[in-house]
């Protein structure tokens, strides 16, 4: 009797062993001469999915560690001319619905999301980037990487983008989109994005932004929380920024001293000037919640 409950210990343990076990997948867009820009359209249903620089020349490298061999990625690339269109979609054929990705997320005591995506950039190519993340958390770590856009939207996501170093974005993005139905989103050193134009919309949930250094060009920046809170770290108060205020009396609002309101619910900083080409013109919106500007 021992030996037998031993032997079906065993090949439990070994059953379990297999059901978690996670697969191992590597796409990659090799290197090749005249390419100078790369498109990736990239959707994952659940994951931690992380982007960064890498070591190599190719314009592309992912990897992942997936959890469910049964839902599989697909994974393309096509090149014309100077260009790299690719994508990758991981698609849920059990279609989990929206409600069912926040209720795991509110009452879930776990912290992984089944699977893991490690996407490489290199620093010799021209990056259009469009995130579609159902529910998980994405780390966007775009130092010496030029990124002309970066879209990303989720149903339920935290989403972290900054610079591990203190250089800018060569070329200069043209826009930058982050929306979420729920979830946070931390934008770190912003400013060395030089993103023209900064659009982040969260239905429930945080916004996070830093410009705590001065912008070298114009932007404008948008910021809308129906229930939440926005924090806004603003660059030294020389610098010309100008904020709009778009609230409702259920939202409490904290601002610096040294702001100057110019009109209802709009204010500037000490160097503000209309006609400055650095100006940096912030929109905040909040339904129910707070603002906090420092």
């Known amino acids: 009797m021992l030996k037998k409950l031993c032997l079906f ?3 439990l343990l070994s059953t379990v062993g297999l059901v978690c076990a996670q697969f191992v997948k590597e796409y990659r867009v090799a290197e090749k001469a005249g390419i100078e820009k790369v498109s990736l359209n990239f959707s994952s249903y659940k994951s931690e999915t992380k982007v960064k620089r890498s070591a190599g020349m190719d314009p592309l490298r992912i990897h992942g560690h997936l959890l469910q061999a049964n839902i599989l990625p697909d994974f393309r690339s096509t090149t014309s ?6 994508s990758l979609i991981h698609k849920n054929i059990e279609s989990d619905n929206l409600g069912k990705s926040i209720t795991s997320k509110l009452f879930s005591t776990t912290t992984g999301f089944d699977h893991s995506w490690d996407v490489g ?3 010799s190519y021209v ?13 966007f770590d775009l130092a010496q990487l030029a990124v002309s856009t970066l879209k990303i939207k989720s149903a339920s996501a935290d989403v972290f983008i900054h610079y591990s170093s203190n250089t800018p974005n060569p070329i200069g993005m043209d826009t930058l989109l982050v929306t979420l139905n ?8 912003a400013q060395l994005a ?31 929380v129906g229930g939440g809170t926005i924090y806004l770290k603003l660059p030294p108060e020389s610098s010309p920024v100008k904020i ?39 929109i905040l919106d909040v339904g129910v919640g707070a603002v906090t500007v420092e």
């Open 81 to 86: 001319k100077n260009r790299v269109a690719a």
């Open 182 to 189: 729920m979830g946070a989103v931390d934008l770190h050193q």
């Open 244 to 282: 709009r205020m778009k609230t409702t009396p259920l939202c409490r609002i904290a601002l610096p001293d040294y702001l100057r309101a110019i009109g209802e619910d709009t204010f500037v900083t000490k160097g503000y000037a209309a006609s400055d080409p650095r100006l940096l013109e912030f």
């Open 127 to 139: 990056y259009d980037l469009d995130f579609n993340l159902g529910m998980g958390t994405a780390d």
């Open 9 to 11: 210990l065993c090949l």
């Open 121 to 123: 950039l290199t620093s």
């Open 194 to 224: 030089q993103a023209k134009k900064v659009i982040i919309e969260v239905n429930y949930g945080q916004i996070s932004l830093n410009y705590g250094q001065p912008q070298t060009s114009k932007a404008q920046v948008i910021a809308a």
